[in-house]
């Protein structure tokens, strides 16, 4: 049985795995941005999310972008500081706003994207055209089963990431059972 299936180290661990390949395949990407560019890979996403989606809510963005709130929510503060990003708050509503790319935000989009295509397709070139097929379809599945597995596992514990995720229950220590 393949040690993706019963991992016995970190090493084994499927996201442990994915995570490294996207540290490494993510680099370039990174470089690119902050050196050339002066953004970060976050800030890149939500522009990107923007480009694709058009006018979001600050909400509705990280939802998009796959991102938590409060990040999310720095990441814009310093985009519409650099004059890529435009915030409109809602006329009946302060509490609402409105996300939309600047001409600067859009240009910059323009510019960037097809380097980070290019990285994107330098990192692809290690596969043959029925690998890559096999690859689209695996992680089509694995990112099915992860969902699934959030709907199923996540409604019966919320994690609690202001505590740092050292929930516990009362009157037990780690490792003991209740």
Known sequence: MHALRQPQRLGDL??????????????????????????????WRLLATLTEHGPLSPSEL???????????SRAIGL????????????????RRA????TDE???????VFPQVAAINSQMLDALDE???QILADAIAALTARAEQL??????DVKAERHSGGSRRVRGTRPGEST
Do not use: W
Request: proline share 3%.
């Open 14 to 43: 499927i996201n442990f795995r994915l995570q490294r390949c996207f540290a490494m395949s993510g680099a370039p990407v990174v470089r690119l941005l902050e050196g050339r560019y002066g953004i970060t890979r976050r800030e």
């Open 79 to 94: 985009l519409v500081e650099k004059g890529l990003l435009r915030r409109q708050v809602h006329a009946a509503d302060t």
């Open 98 to 101: 409105q996300l939309t790319l």
């Open 62 to 72: 990280a939802e998009m972008a796959l991102l938590d709130r409060a990040r999310t």
């Open 130 to 132: 029925p690998t890559l």
């Open 105 to 111: 935000g859009r240009q910059l989009h323009a510019e």
């Open 150 to 155: 959030n709907a199923d596992l996540v409604r």
